[in-house]
């Protein structure tokens, strides 16, 4: 690995944050308002959007590994990785419009158009993202790097997030002139322009350095037995899992909170921007905290954070305080800055698991891993869905005291279990202090 030293190019890693920009800014709408979307503009139960958030979940564990395996087979002059760039960043940004464009003709034929667009949404959400995660260990091998890099990555997300959070709503308002669906397909239009602008200029800008040569791609089955065996695989899986439910149910939350819980929907937009805000700042720390701490102990100090986050949110809802709220927003957003450590640790298992099987296979390892988050979302969106349900929520009506106790669960508790299970995982995981003589080996192993 002669480019064990390498750094990258302010432009380049600029380039890179602009892939998850891209995702966000169309995925994020799907987490933050899919399930508002479906309930309160086109009028779907709540119980047929958690089936069908379920249902969809459980074909994306299939997605994920068959993406990740279509990468480690990749071969074309521009890599392995950086083609996936240029060839979805049509396709996901006009599912994005369709997801967002249901018919007005309601009955099973409405139901078939969602499930089918839902489900390809997934699916090209899984051949973005996992590409996003896939190319970060052929980028360079230096840690410091790969650390800053993926703060790159990390905050262009955020970016999206913000711009997609923040906009949102009035984009709808303003677009539609009163008229939600159309304003929903419309900014969807916008955004979708600028996400496949993003991608395409990630594709132009980024250069693959460490690359397995073909004829030292293993076989699918001896890559998948090698995974199998990578405990830290095993536990950052779990980490994504985890993460991303009370990632998900807390998003998707945010509208519903501010619209029943304090009568302000609009108000969400502010919340979504500094939720953005505060997790940008948090992420803007992690290169520096690295210098000093191992990635596991970042990640096991913001999680601890978004605890005590949780504590505050609960209070300023007490109060009845928005300013007060909105500070224990930013606070646990900040806190989210933890989950950005999982792909460089990601990084390091791919390294890890060539060390120690002989096999590198970062698309299945990267692809498989993001089965966690997939799979996490979609347990977040039915649990979402269930507690609300079973609590007496219904949609555009004053809600009862349960209804509104379950979104605050939702909001501000389940969130803070994630990130105690979160600590636990962390406290596992081991590669961190083994990674630099693990890279030394493996660089002597080429030579």
């Given at each position: 690995?002669?480019?064990?030293?390498?750094?990258?190019?302010?432009?380049?890693?600029?380039?890179?944050?602009?892939?998850?920009?891209?995702?966000?800014?169309?995925?994020?709408?799907?987490?933050?308002?899919?399930?508002?979307?479906?309930?309160?503009?086109?009028?779907?139960?709540l119980a047929s959007v958690g089936t069908l958030f379920l249902a969809v979940r459980v074909l994306d564990a299939v997605a994920g590994p068959v993406v990740g395996a279509l990468i480690d087979k990749t071969n074309t002059k521009w890599g392995k990785v950086r083609p996936w760039f240029l060839w979805f960043a049509g396709p996901f940004a006009l599912i994005g419009v369709m997801t967002f464009t249901v018919p007005d003709f309601g009955g099973v034929a409405q139901m078939v158009y969602v499930y089918i667009t839902y489900i390809l949404m997934n699916f090209l959400a899984v051949s973005v993202t996992t590409p996003v995660t896939a190319i970060l260990p052929n980028l360079t091998t230096n840690t410091q790097e790969r650390v800053n890099t993926?703060?790159?990555?990390?905050?262009?997300?955020?970016?999206?997030?913000?711009?997609?959070?923040?906009?949102?709503?009035?984009?709808?308002?303003?677009?539609?002139?009163?008229?939600?669906?159309?304003?929903?397909?419309?900014?969807?239009?916008?955004?979708?322009?600028?996400?496949?602008?993003?991608?395409?200029?990630?594709?132009?800008?980024?250069?693959?350095?460490?690359?397995?040569?073909?004829?030292?791609?293993?076989?699918?089955?001896?890559?998948?037995?090698?995974?199998?065996?990578?405990?830290?695989?095993?536990?950052?899986?779990?980490?994504?899992?985890?993460?991303?439910?009370?990632?998900?149910?807390?998003?998707?939350?945010?509208?519903?909170?501010?619209?029943?819980?304090?009568?302000?929907?609009?108000?969400?937009?502010?919340?979504?921007?500094?939720?953005?805000?505060?997790?940008?700042?948090?992420?803007?720390?992690?290169?520096?905290?690295?210098?000093?701490?191992?990635?596991?102990?970042?990640?096991?100090?913001?999680?601890?954070?978004?605890?005590?986050?949780?504590?505050?949110?609960?209070?300023?809802?007490?109060?009845?305080?928005?300013?007060?709220?909105?500070?224990?927003?930013?606070?646990?957003?900040?806190?989210?800055?933890?989950?950005?450590?999982?792909?460089?640790?990601?990084?390091?298992?791919?390294?890890?698991?060539?060390?120690?099987?002989?096999?590198?296979?970062?698309?299945?390892?990267?692809?498989?891993?993001?089965?966690?988050?997939?799979?996490?979302?979609?347990?977040?969106?039915?649990?979402?869905?269930?507690?609300?349900?079973?609590?007496?929520?219904?949609?555009?009506?004053?809600?009862?005291?349960?209804?509104?106790?379950?979104?605050?669960?939702?909001?501000?508790?389940?969130?803070?279990?994630?990130?105690?299970?979160?600590?636990?995982?962390?406290?596992?995981?081991?590669?961190?202090?083994?990674?630099?003589?693990?890279?030394?080996?493996?660089?002597?192993?080429?030579?």
């Open positions: 690995m002669d480019n064990a030293n390498v750094r990258l190019s302010l432009r380049e890693k600029l380039s890179y944050g602009a892939s998850d920009c891209a995702y966000n800014l169309i995925f994020n709408v799907v987490t933050m308002y899919m399930m508002f979307y479906y309930t309160d503009v086109v009028g779907i139960s993926g703060a790159f990555r990390s905050i262009g997300g955020q970016v999206g997030v913000i711009l997609s959070g923040a906009l949102t709503l009035p984009l709808v308002n303003l677009l539609g002139r009163g008229d939600q669906r159309l304003g929903f397909t419309l900014t969807m239009i916008v955004y979708g322009v600028v996400c496949a602008a993003l991608l395409l200029m990630t594709f132009a800008n980024t250069r693959e350095r460490v690359i397995t040569p073909k004829e030292q791609e293993p076989p699918f089955l001896d890559s998948l037995k090698a995974m199998l065996r990578n405990r830290p695989w095993w536990i950052l899986t779990l980490l994504n899992f985890v993460i991303f439910i009370g990632v998900v149910v807390k998003s998707s939350s945010i509208v519903y909170f501010f619209k029943y819980n304090l009568g302000s929907e609009m108000m969400s937009s502010l919340a979504n921007t500094v939720n953005s805000a505060g997790m940008i700042v948090g992420m803007l720390l992690v290169p520096l905290l690295a210098r000093r701490l191992k990635n596991r102990n970042i990640a096991i100090l913001f999680f601890a954070i978004g605890i005590g986050g949780a504590l505050l949110l609960f209070v300023g809802e007490q109060l009845g305080s928005v300013p007060f709220i909105l500070f224990a927003i930013a606070v646990t957003a900040f806190s989210q800055a933890g989950q950005s450590t999982v792909f460089v640790m990601l990084a390091d298992v791919v390294d890890y698991g060539e060390w120690k099987t002989g096999v590198r296979s970062q698309g299945l390892i990267t692809a498989c891993a993001a089965i966690g988050t997939t799979c996490g979302a979609g347990i977040a969106g039915w649990l979402g869905t269930f507690i609300l349900d079973v609590n007496g929520f219904v949609a555009n009506q004053e809600q009862t005291a349960s209804a509104l106790g379950a979104i605050s669960f939702n909001f501000v508790w389940l969130p803070a279990i994630c990130s105690a299970i979160a600590i636990v995982l962390m406290l596992m995981y081991k590669v961190d202090y083994r990674i630099d003589s693990i890279r030394e080996e493996l660089a002597a192993r080429k030579h």
